[in-house]
């Protein structure tokens, strides 16, 4: 990797510690941090040697590398930053989070309802910027002496990104298959691969005058779980068959790039639990979604993750009638109107552009603080009106929190 131009003094650090594995997480957020870049100079911080050379093809943004903690705390001392951002709750964040100089911010990498979004680790933080009320619900519910002033509302930023499509038109509705991986632990296993993946497939290419998309989370094709192993095995040869017996379908299995770009010519997805699925409620809001239970446990997906609550639930009771269900939501598409209502309490009412325009100025009143609490001169002006801290009543950073 190229030694990196570093800004004299940047004003933010995206920091991220992981190996490639987990990149993911970062990359998606790098076209928002080279927006913020162009208002507050960004550096990108990252631990693990192997992560440098993929995040360096994907950015333009200086990249350092910390590699062990006394190299982390000198590089400190030298980028004289404000804010650190944290895109995820790795173990080494909290090596970062001894920097007593600036602001430490999550930002997280997705909004959804498995039980990873919300943990005590959230205490760590100064500011947790979160996508709405659904969000601000979550922590309530699940953190026991949460400070709410903390959570700062603002969006999805990332979903204001417009990629280019993956995929070529086409004449045909495309149902898209999107499911997500196994998780850490048991209590985060939402993936519907290993117990009716192969199914779901079967049954979207047996809709009449369909194309079938499986795009499944990066780490689905490299588990090492004999079950997701298997069962993503087998959805491929299920696509493989297909396009081979009909090639003008366009059937197609894709295992890079971003979902995102995989949207727009898409007519219909089953998702399990997970950000996709809300991405899709934002980006597609008129299309039909499809979740999935793999612990075929209706009530408690009802209570924990509201979105379903607009989607037709896909258990492993549902499967037989999985095809007549897919034809008819493509032509009678009935909850709609209720999937409208449901972005609202996940987003608010940002349209699409709004949630890059409110990370933005909520990382500029934080630097602002950050220069007030240490006692230095703002380096931008205050933005007119502003009184206190992000999050307090009257200012941007104030959706969610006082409105809870």
Excluded at 172 to 179: D, K, Q
Excluded at 303 to 318: H, N, T
Excluded at 323 to 331: N, V
């Amino acid at each position: 990797m190229p030694e990196p131009r570093i800004p004299v003094r940047p004003d933010v650090v995206a920091y991220f510690a992981d190996d490639p594995t987990r990149v993911y997480q970062l990359l998606q957020w790098l076209p928002v941090l080279e927006r913020l870049d162009e208002v507050h100079p960004v550096v990108v911080l990252l631990r693990n040697p192997a992560t440098a050379p993929l995040v360096a093809e994907r950015t333009r943004l200086p990249l350092v590398l910390a590699e062990a903690f006394p190299d982390l705390a000198t590089t400190y001392d030298e980028l004289g930053a404000k804010v650190v951002l944290y895109c995820n709750n790795s173990a080494l964040n909290f090596n970062s989070l001894l920097d007593h100089r600036m602001l430490h911010v999550h930002i997280n990498h997705g909004e959804s309802d498995k039980q990873s979004m919300v943990s005590n680790n959230c205490k760590a933080y100064d500011r947790v910027l979160v996508a709405g009320e659904a969000a601000v619900q979550r922590h309530r519910a699940a953190i026991m002496e949460l400070d709410e002033s903390r959570l700062v509302r603002i969006g999805r930023p990332q979903l204001d990104l417009h990629p280019v499509p993956l995929l070529p038109p086409s004449r045909r509705r495309t149902i898209l298959y999107a499911p997500t991986w196994e998780g850490d632990a048991d209590y985060n296993d939402y993936t519907s691969v290993d117990v009716m993946g192969p199914e779901i497939v079967a049954a979207a290419l047996g809709v009449p005058d369909v194309r079938v998309v499986y795009k499944p989370h990066p780490k689905v094709t490299t588990s090492h779980t004999p079950a997701i192993r298997d069962g993503h095995q087998a959805i491929l040869d299920l696509i493989e068959r297909a396009a081979e017996a009909d090639p003008d379908a366009g059937h197609a299995a894709i295992w890079q790039g971003d979902i995102l770009a995989v949207f727009a010519g898409c007519d219909a997805m089953v998702a399990d639990v997970s950000s996709v699925g809300l991405d899709w409620l934002y980006l597609c809001t008129d299309k039909p979604i499809l979740l999935t239970d793999r612990h075929r446990d209706a009530e408690r997906l009802r209570s924990e993750v509201p979105v379903s609550r607009c989607a037709d639930v896909v258990d492993a009771d549902a499967l037989p009638g999985l095809t007549a269900l897919l034809t008819d939501r493509l032509a009678h598409d009935e909850h709609r109107l209720a999937r409208e209502t449901m972005r609202r309490h996940y987003f608010d009412d940002n349209a699409v552009g709004d949630s890059t325009v409110r990370f933005i100025e909520t990382l500029g009143e934080l630097v602002a603080l950050r220069d007030r609490l240490r006692g230095a001169a703002p380096t931008a002006p205050l933005p007119p009106g502003e009184q206190g801290e992000p999050g307090e009543q009257g200012e941007p950073g104030e959706q969610g929190v006082g409105a809870a």
